[in-house]
């Protein structure tokens, strides 16, 4: 519970904001499978109707709700890692205290 756990929630938290920062770039490293899979196939829908001569709002329109989708994912996973750290911070600080109370003189 020391000094190490804090840390690698800090690499932790450090690895999700760059994903959260790529994803906002347009970067498709940070996705999961599925979301890979789902812009690709709005992608290859889009394509298809340029191809025909017809619109892409639609594709594009999913691809952006995917990308906002990611984002949300990103954000929920780092407001978890920051609560988790300060859990961490206030226990090492808790028991801090206890010891230095627990002291008789």
Known sequence: MGNSEV?????????TVKKL??????????????????????????????HRGRSTTG???????????????????LTALYGERQRLITEAARAKAAKKSSRWF
Do not use: F
Request: cysteine-free; charged content about 40%; overall charge positive.
């Open 21 to 50: 920062e790529a994803v906002r770039r347009g970067e498709w490293w940070p996705l999961t499978s599925r979301e890979r899979l789902a812009m690709t196939r709005a992608m290859a829908q889009g394509a298809r109707n340029v």
């Open 59 to 77: 594709a594009e329109d999913r691809m952006d709700s995917i990308g906002s989708a990611v984002e949300t994912r990103l954000n929920a996973e």
């Open 7 to 15: 840390r690698r929630l800090d690499r932790e938290i450090e690895r």
